[in-house]
């Protein structure tokens, strides 16, 4: 949890935990901050700031991370096509869903698939929750920043500067 979260009620902590459960068990699902509000009983407002404060990202960032772990699961331990890991694991379009792997992964579905394929090491020894956090993406800052930040690095500028 995040730093915030010592600061906050424990009973508001077990309701943000069970809509984080529930984002958890049934990643795949949409999950609009009105949804999740629901499941834990307060506000929409109120939620959205209490989730981030406790887990240090956004509901929605947070969806994001469990979508791609479970994508990158699947490219690396199934043979299923990228068009059905997508569809499977939430999104709506297979564009989105490559453009959003590679901004978040910094590889497509497809380099990701074929590389871990290319190592072929035998990972049958490694703890299950060692390979998620060894390849949980890291989604600290939105998307979109992410982006902004690599375009400046690739023209050396500041994409805010007005001329």
Known sequence: MGTGAAHQDPELLRRLLRAKDRMDAA????????RLAGVSGVSQAHFARSFAQAFGVPPHRYLLT???????????????????????????SLGTFGRVFRDITGESPGELRAREQAAGRDLAQTPACYLSAAHRPDLRIAVSEKRRQEAEAMTGTDATEVP
């Open 27 to 34: 990643s795949f699902e949409a999950w609009p901050v009105r």
């Open 66 to 92: 469990r979508r791609i772990e479970r994508a990158t699961a699947l490219l690396r331990d199934t043979d299923l096509p990228v068009t059905e890991i997508a569809f499977e694991t939430g999104w709506n």
